[in-house]
């Protein structure tokens, strides 16, 4: 019986080692225009089909394609409607939110989970029975309770419903004086950071990213942090003037070595970095691959996320 017991309990252990991390189906990677392909990130711990979208620009075609792609075993109204369990959005522009307003009339019940600047834009501008019914639990009436916003505090951790996961939110510059959101995702031992759209500390004249670093710092340390979702925007040549709030391979670079200041270069050294926001226009992206790679002197491991291809971070 003894046996049987260490057996069993061996089996235990290393069934939860196998599931440490995370799981992600990138629902869309591009920034600007490729309206079917626009940022969304689902993100579960490994193993789990209860997932948080990171941003909503596209949802129902990054699912189908998911789905093309075997990212999962199941419909799409399953994988909307079920393995989405809320929206984490880091500024309320279109590019970034623009999904989950579309299929909000199809959708359950739902968390919606930002910072007090984009719930404001959401009551006043989208879910107001003029651009959109207000599906929301709060604005112009009727309110129909559909979707809850959830607030989300500088730094403070919120669990993130009917998942394993909670979450805390930091500010970000994008373009002042508009703001952006980064968010700290963690599940057990585990954390994963995601970028919204923010432009270089030096160029936004704040010191947010260096905040976000600071508070991530002892995490990559420890190794517990598993991946950092980063956004570039345009290449090396587009002016500092007209950024726009994005980073360019040179910004990304930079804030990396910010972040190896903090908490030591050599454990920066194949850190995931998934490379978001890339705006299709011309060769860009081909050029954005060609700047990282001559620039990647921390040897981070950077992922250049495809659409509906599912990937772990661990």
């Known amino acids: 019986m003894r046996h049987i017991i260490s057996f069993l309990l061996l089996l235990s252990v290393s069934a939860s080692f196998a599931q440490k991390g995370f799981q992600v189906v990138p629902l869309g990677v591009k920034g600007g225009t490729t309206d079917g392909n626009l940022s969304a990130y689902m993100l579960a711990p490994a193993g789990s089909d209860a997932y948080v979208c990171l941003d909503a620009g596209t949802v129902s ?4 394609i998911a789905i093309q792609k075997q990212a999962f075993n199941a419909n799409a ?13 880091s500024h309320p522009h279109l590019d970034h939110i623009s999904g989950m307003i579309i299929n909000s009339v199809d959708d359950t019940v739902k968390q919606v989970y930002a910072m007090a600047h984009g719930i404001d834009v959401m009551k006043a501008h989208y879910f107001n029975w003029q651009s959109w019914p207000n599906l929301a639990n709060d604005g112009n009436a009727p309110a129909l309770n559909k979707y809850r916003y959830q607030q989300l505090a500088e730094g403070v951790e919120m669990p993130v419903k009917d998942s394993e996961m909670s979450v805390q939110a930091f500010p970000l510059s994008h373009s002042k004086p508009y703001s952006s ?12 950071l995601y970028f919204g759209d923010t432009g270089p500390d030096e160029v936004e004249e704040t010191d947010h990213m260096k905040r976000v670093w600071t508070a991530v710092a002892p995490l990559v340390k420890s190794g ?3 991946g950092i979702f980063l956004e570039v925007s345009y290449p090396n040549a587009q002016p500092d003037r007209h950024l726009y709030g994005h980073l360019t391979p040179k910004w ?11 908490a030591g270069k050599e454990h920066l050294q194949n850190l995931n970095v998934v490379v978001t926001h890339i705006k299709p226009v011309g060769n860009n992206e081909e050029t954005i691959r060609r700047e990282l790679g001559e620039a990647n002197r921390l040897r981070l491991r950077l992922i250049f996320p495809e659409q509906g291809v599912k990937f772990e971070l661990k």
């Open 61 to 64: 075609n990054g699912i189908g």
């Open 77 to 89: 109204e399953t994988v909307l409607k079920k393995y989405i369990k809320g929206y984490l959005i």
């Open 252 to 262: 990304f670079m930079r804030e990396f070595e910010v972040l190896g200041g903090l």
């Open 224 to 226: 517990k942090l598993k």
């Open 181 to 192: 959101t980064a968010f700290l995702l963690r599940q057990g031992d585990d954390y994963a």
